[in-house]
C-alpha cells in the first residue's frame, strides 16, 4: 500500500487565505487590521527564523505585525514590563513571546502574565484547562495541535469512534494534541518515555500523532495497515548527498511508514506549515473577540 499524502503546504495556504479574507472584512468594517505582537528575547537563530516567518505571514494576510527584540541581558521585570504594556495596548491583539527564552528567565510566570484575551499561542493555563476539561471551550487553542487536528479535517478523516495514540506529552503539543483528539471523540492512548512495548501501543491505533523529538523513531512495522499518521516531529540530521550537509526528517521512518499508512502527512511539509497559518487564524479570532464580533 502506498499512503495518500496529506499536504499540509495546500491546507496550510487555504486556511491564511481564510484568515486574509476574514481580515479584509474585519478591515472594512472596522477600519482596523488584526495585529500581532511577537516579543524575541536573545539570539536563538532557530528563534529568529520562527519570528520572521511569522511577521511575514501576518503582513502578506494583510493584518498588523509588532516585533520586539530583546538582549539576552534582558531581566525578567522588564520582560514583564513589556507583557504588560502589551496587554494594556489597544492596537495589539495577539501576543506571543517566542520559545524557549534565554535561561534565567522564568518561562511559566510569563506565559502567565499574557492577557487570556490575547494568548494566541494558547499556552495559558487557563487554556490549556479548558481544553481538558469536559463542556469548557477554550479562548484560544494551541497552535501545532490544532494544526494536526485541522489536517485530519480537512483531509476528510473521521475522529470520532477512531483509536489515537499520541507518543508524546508536552505542554505544546502532545498534551493538547491529546485533548483535542479526545473532544473530538476519539479514544486515546497517550505514551512517553516510560511507556511499556510503545510498538504494541502504536500498531492499536487508526491514527498516530508523533511529538517525540528523536529522529525516524517510529517505525514503519509499528503501524497498522491503513492507519492515518500525523508527524510533528521536525529534527535535522545529517546528510551529505545535500549541499547543506543535511536535511530535515520527521519522528516517524517515513519511507517504511508511507507503504503501510493509509494517509501520512510529510516532513516537511506537512504540519510544520499549520503552525503559522493557525497563528493567524488565532489572531483573527483574539481580535474578533476584542472588538465584541466573535
Ligand atoms: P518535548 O521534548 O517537549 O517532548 C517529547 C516527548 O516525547 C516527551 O513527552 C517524551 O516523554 C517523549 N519521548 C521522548 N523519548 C521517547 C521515547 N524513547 N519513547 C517514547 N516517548 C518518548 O518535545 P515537543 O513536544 O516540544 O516536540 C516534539 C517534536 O515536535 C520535536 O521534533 C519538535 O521539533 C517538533 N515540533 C514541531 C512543531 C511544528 O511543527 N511547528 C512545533 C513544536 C514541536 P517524557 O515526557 O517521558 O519525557
Redesign the pocket.
Known amino acids: 500500500m502506498t499512503a495518500k499524502l496529506i499536504d499540509g503546504k495546500t491546507i496550510a495556504e487555504a486556511v491564511r487565505r481564510e484568515a486574509a479574507e476574514e481580515t479584509a472584512a474585519l478591515k472594512a468594517r472596522t477600519g482596523q487590521a488584526p495585529t500581532l505582537a511577537a516579543v524575541l528575547v536573545g539570539e536563538n537563530p532557530a528563534s529568529q527564523t520562527y519570528v520572521a516567518s511569522k511577521g511575514k505571514a501576518c503582513e502578506e494576510a494583510g493584518m498588523g505585525s509588532i516585533t520586539h527584540r530583546l538582549p539576552a541581558t534582558t531581566s525578567q521585570a522588564e520582560l514583564e514590563e513589556l507583557v504588560r504594556q502589551l496587554n494594556a495596548d489597544p492596537a495589539v491583539n495577539g501576543i506571543l513571546v517566542q520559545l524557549p527564552l534565554p535561561k534565567g528567565l522564568n518561562e511559566q510566570a510569563v506565559l502567565d502574565l499574557i492577557s487570556l484575551s490575547k494568548d494566541v499561542d494558547g499556552f495559558h493555563p487557563m487554556n490549556i484547562g479548558q481544553l481538558v476539561m469536559k463542556g469548557r471551550i477554550p479562548q484560544f487553542i494551541p497552535c501545532?495541535p490544532a494544526g494536526c487536528i485541522e489536517l485530519l479535517v480537512r483531509s476528510g478523516i473521521t475522529i470520532a469512534g477512531k483509536d489515537a495514540v499520541v507518543?508524546?506529552?508536552?505542554n505544546?503539543?502532545?498534551v493538547p494534541v491529546a485533548a483535542l483528539l479526545q473532544n473530538a471523540d476519539a479514544t486515546v492512548t497517550v505514551?512517553?518515555?516510560?511507556?511499556k512495548d510503545?510498538p504494541d501501543k502504536v500498531r492499536r491505533a487508526d491514527i498516530v500523532v508523533a511529538?517525540?523529538?528523536?529522529p525516524e523513531?517510529v517505525r514503519g512495522d509499528w503501524l497498522k495497515p491503513g492507519a492515518t499518521v500525523i508527524d510533528?516531529?521536525?529534527?535535522r540530521i545529517a546528510d551529505a548527498t545535500r549541499k547543506s550537509g543535511s536535511r530535515l526528517v520527521g519522528?516517524v521512518a517515513f519511507d517504511e511508514a508511507v507503504e503501510v499508512a493509509g494517509a501520512i502527512t510529510p516532513v516537511p511539509g506537512g504540519?510544520?506549515p499549520m503552525?503559522i497559518a493557525m497563528l493567524l487564524t488565532n489572531t483573527v479570532r483574539a481580535f474578533k473577540l476584542q472588538h465584541g464580533l466573535a
Open positions: 501545532t507518543v508524546g506529552r508536552s505544546i503539543v502532545g505514551c512517553h518515555s516510560r511507556t510503545l511529538a517525540i523529538g528523536r523513531f510533528v516531529g521536525i529534527n519522528d504540519v510544520g503552525t
